[in-house]
DNA sequence: CACAATTAAATTGTACGCAAGTGAATTTTG
DNA sequence: CAAAATTCACTTGCGTACAATTTAATTGTG
């Protein structure tokens, strides 16, 4: 039985140090991405998730709450403290949809619609950080948009 | 100049979704890393970072602090407080090197040694939910790494 | 040797992430 | 149609991340 098998294999030593854990490949460079985010956005006062809420709502100004957190895939406990923070900046509004009183509708300030134009000086520098080819970034966004999807459809 | 070039080169708009960003697709897969570990370390009581520290640690007890910190890429001001939880946990033991009374030990108790044993588990349930080859897995840290050791250099 | 500079760890303050719970609005069901 | 179940956003509590500051110890320099 070719399934028990792969579940008894023993893992060789060497895999299971630190350094060659996919999830720590990962996780180190979402921290490092942040870094290299944080002096360019400092500069237009945003932080590195605020930045990520902001590029969803330039593709689409008028969302609710949750649609933002689909995209995102973040809760209202995560994004409600955040999208204050961005109210209270002038770059976003907040809403109550009349036609469904739950919802609330975020939408871009003028502020915010204009701060869009920093967005080629922004990807131009983490492109630069970034180092890699348009092939490259390609080649590993599609790998770990698989691989995101396994580990969410697992659980 | 082609650098001139490539600094004013227009990005194209599809480019600019939040779908399409690098920096996006491993933010995300790194939350998905610790949603996939969170029902298997809750058992054994660690949280993700707390694992990650406890590998270092069953690569080589008897550390001080900021060596961890250089491993992990993270800082004192993360480390203390996760350290101290760990030690209340009884999993780790801390002392202050006489040799050199500013560093901070960090070494395995006995608790903390056993622990070990749950690692064949752990990491044949993720590798299960990450559902790739191990030929996959190490292509994707390879090019992660090279991404990150980018990005670290270019601050 | 004294004193300035550096280093290690801890602390403080801000901002995520996320689980769990609350309250109000809407849908579903009997 | 009324009660139950669901949905949405918010809040609370805990655990990271990280900048900036603090304190203690060590090193470097004159």
Known sequence: MKAHLAKTMEIPEEEKRLENQLCFAVYST?????????????????????????????EKS???VKAIGEQLDLDSGTLSPLLKRLEQNGL????RDSRDERQVIVSL?????VMRSEID??????????????????????????LRSNLTSAA
Chains 1, 2 share one sequence.
Do not use: S
């Open 121 to 146: 000086t922004i990807m131009g520098a983490i492109g630069q950080a970034a180092g890699c080819t348009l092939e490259e970034m390609k080649t590993i966004r599609g790998l770990l948009k698989g």
């Open 92 to 95: 976003i509004k907040r809403t």
């Open 30 to 58: 979402a921290h490092a991405f942040t870094r290299a985010y944080k002096p360019i956005l400092d500069r237009v006062g945003l932080t590195y998730p605020q930045y990520l809420v902001m590029l969803a709502l330039w």
């Open 62 to 64: 008028e969302q609710p």
């Open 109 to 113: 300030t003028e502020n915010g619609r």
